[in-house]
């Protein structure tokens, strides 16, 4: 049975400052989706990897993904307020064709 | 359409009453998902569509929970005699191809209240 785990799962920042969220993953897979969702609000598509060594960068945000460690890392950096929100890690049951999600890491980036 | 859309956004019942979802996915998408996210079991998967073929019905938590997709298209989770641990935020996604090689899109959810 495919488990996601992410750490932490609460994360208070300074604005400026640059933090690291992991997500890893029990069985082989090479496809990790991660989503932002603010308060009350729906899943927001921030990054797909879709292969061992993938990295994808948007903005302050970057994704990569090792496959052979089961390993996913999210890099912030230089954190502003309007990060703060819940991100959530989900890897593929490739065989089975859903999702399934780490518990989410709650992000608060304080001035 | 634009994006995955849900309805109703919010819906309040009482334990006992059947409710029916609906979700809408982007058109053309051949694959389609339920999931639900509450507070103690965080999102789970319930049910996937894939084109034609029959669904994966291994995330459905009981024999009260059903769905159906119409046309490749719309798609109903239907839960009878709600129960209060049926309260949860229902979420819908939809993926252009299988196994979600180009990801997945999230409709807003319908969020359930079970009184």
């Known amino acids: 049975e495919l488990k996601v785990e992410q750490n932490p799962l609460f994360l208070s920042m300074q604005e400026g400052k640059n933090y690291t969220i992991y997500c890893n993953y029990s069985?082989?897979?090479?496809?990790l989706y991660w989503y932002r969702q603010d308060p009350g609000k729906s899943l927001e598509s921030l990054f797909v990897?879709?292969?061992?060594?993938a990295v994808k960068q948007e903005g302050r945000l970057m994704a990569s993904l090792d496959t052979k460690a089961r390993l996913s890392t999210l890099h912030i950096t230089a954190a502003v307020h309007d990060l703060s929100a819940t991100y959530f890690c989900a890897v593929d049951q490739r065989s089975q064709g859903n999702l399934i999600f780490g518990k989410g890491t709650k992000l608060s980036v304080k001035p | 359409g634009a994006g995955v859309s849900q309805s109703p956004s919010n819906k309040v019942t009482e334990k006992g009453k059947d409710v029916e979802l609906r979700c809408d996915p982007i058109s053309g998408h051949t694959a389609l998902y339920w999931y639900r996210q509450s507070l103690g079991q965080g999102l789970e998967f319930l049910i996937y569509f894939q084109g034609n073929s029959a669904p994966d019905k291994s995330g459905l938590p009981s024999d009260r929970f059903s769905a159906e997709r119409t046309g490749g298209s719309v798609s109903t989770l239907t839960i009878q005699r709600t129960q209060q641990e049926d309260s949860a935020v229902y979420l819908c996604?939809?993926?252009?191809?299988?196994?979600?090689?180009?990801?997945?899109?999230f409709g807003s959810g319908t969020r359930l209240t079970v009184v």
């Open positions: 069985t082989t897979s090479d496809r």
């Open positions: 990897l879709l292969s061992n060594g």
């Open positions: 996604a939809s993926s252009p191809t299988p196994w979600g090689r180009n990801g997945y899109t």
